[in-house]
């Protein structure tokens, strides 16, 4: 089981940037990739983002394309979001997921084991 911890949220006006980071611990050494999710309030739990650790191969909703960035720093077993130019559409808590196997798909749920317990985003127009 690999223990994830979110931090970096907070309130943003619109145009800002965030740099979320999510620290894993426990068995670490079986992490295929990481990913970020995020919520708002009264709908689904989305796909932001994802990244394979081994290789770093990234993935991304069309929502954050373009403004997101994903990366990992292995050495210290934490994976990051950039977030530049932020709408307040973006307000939501962000999650962070990590998942042992090898998926076609990062973007389901379902891909992932372990999740941490969000951190919130809110942007402010």
């Known amino acids: 089981q690999v223990q994830l911890e979110e931090s970096g949220g907070g309130l943003v006006q619109a145009g800002g940037s965030l740099r979320l980071s999510c620290a894993a611990s426990?068995?670490?050494?079986?992490?295929?990739?990481m990913g970020w999710f995020r919520q708002a309030p009264g709908k689904e739990r989305e796909f932001v983002a994802a990244?394979?650790?081994?290789?770093?191969?990234?993935y991304y909703a069309d929502s954050g394309k373009g403004r997101f960035t994903i990366s990992r720093d292995n050495g210290k077993n934490t994976v990051y979001l950039q977030m530049n130019s932020l709408k307040p559409e973006d307000t939501a808590v962000y999650f962070c997921?990590?998942?042992?196997?090898?998926?076609?798909?990062?973007?389901?749920?379902?891909?992932?084991?372990?999740w941490g317990q969000g951190t919130q985003v809110t942007v402010s127009s």
């Open positions: 990244i394979t650790w081994s290789d770093g191969s990234t």
């Open positions: 426990g068995h670490t050494d079986s992490t295929y990739a």
């Open positions: 997921a990590a998942s042992r196997f090898y998926w076609s798909d990062y973007s389901r749920r379902s891909s992932y084991e372990s």
